[in-house]
């Protein structure tokens, strides 16, 4: 079956504490993106890779990195810097391609602090 | 600015009831539409899209939405509510561009009644 994996499905952060947050996908899509969701507040766009190699920055990028090693992989860390980290982030995918792309999504990952 | 919104945050529908969720764009160029649902704790599904062509645009579960350019609209509809029915419902909004990330509207929450 192709799709998106995300995991953990939870994850649990203290204080000072990176974590990674895994995304892959065997769609053979060339895009890939990571969002922020809240409650009442939508998706937010953290971080997105257009091709391996190369990824910009999203409306709210600050305390997060990535990397884009991997066509298949883009996994997403949540850094000491973010102070506010409590969300469920959702990795999505897209052919790259244009023409109104659809972008399908992963189950997400919850992240609590401890 | 580029935004959507989605002016009921919540809508509660009797079962068998018709269904309307309003979506309203501002967008700079053409832009292409999207509604997702999502189940909760769940990723997001894609309802359908209007990529070009017809504005009344068929989708899976019995959805359709009607692109209405002067009413910067894009609303979907159900003629018959199904309890299944019930999760969050995102409209999006997307560039003809490779690769580009979509803007959310901040969701719009289905409650259905027996």
């Known amino acids: 079956d192709g799709g998106i994996t995300q995991s953990p499905k939870y994850l649990f952060r203290k204080e000072g504490q990176n974590v990674t947050l895994s995304c892959e996908q065997n769609?053979?899509?060339?895009?890939m993106y990571w969002y922020r969701q809240d409650p009442g507040q939508g998706l937010r766009l953290i971080y997105y890779?257009?091709?391996?190699?190369?990824?910009q920055k999203g409306d709210i990028a600050e305390g997060y990195s990535v990397s884009r090693e991997k066509k298949e992989s883009f996994p997403l860390t949540v850094t000491s810097a973010q102070k506010n980290p409590t969300a469920f982030y959702l990795c999505?995918?897209?052919?790259?391609?244009?023409?109104?792309?659809?972008?399908?999504f992963g189950p997400g990952t919850r992240l609590l602090v401890l | 600015a580029q935004s959507v919104t989605q002016p009921d945050i919540h809508i509660t529908v009797s079962e068998g009831a018709s269904l309307e969720l309003r979506c309203n764009y501002s967008?700079?160029?053409?832009?292409?539409l999207f509604w997702y649902v999502q189940s909760p704790g769940q990723g997001l599904q894609l309802l359908l899209k209007?990529?070009?062509?017809?504005?009344l645009v068929q989708g899976i579960k019995g959805f359709e939405a009607e692109f209405k350019r002067s009413q910067s609209s894009f609303n979907l509809r159900k003629p018959s509510v199904h309890w299944s029915d019930a999760a969050e419902y995102f409209c999006?909004?997307?560039?003809?561009?490779?690769?580009?990330?979509?803007?959310f509207g901040k969701g719009t929450t289905l409650s259905v009644s027996s």
């Open positions: 209007y990529f070009s062509g017809d504005t």
């Open positions: 999006a909004v997307g560039a003809n561009q490779a690769g580009t990330a979509l803007i």
């Open positions: 890779s257009q091709i391996v190699n190369d990824f």
């Open positions: 769609l053979n899509h060339d895009a």
């Open positions: 999505a995918s897209s052919t790259g391609q244009g023409n109104g792309e659809t972008q399908y």
């Open positions: 967008y700079g160029a053409t832009p292409y």
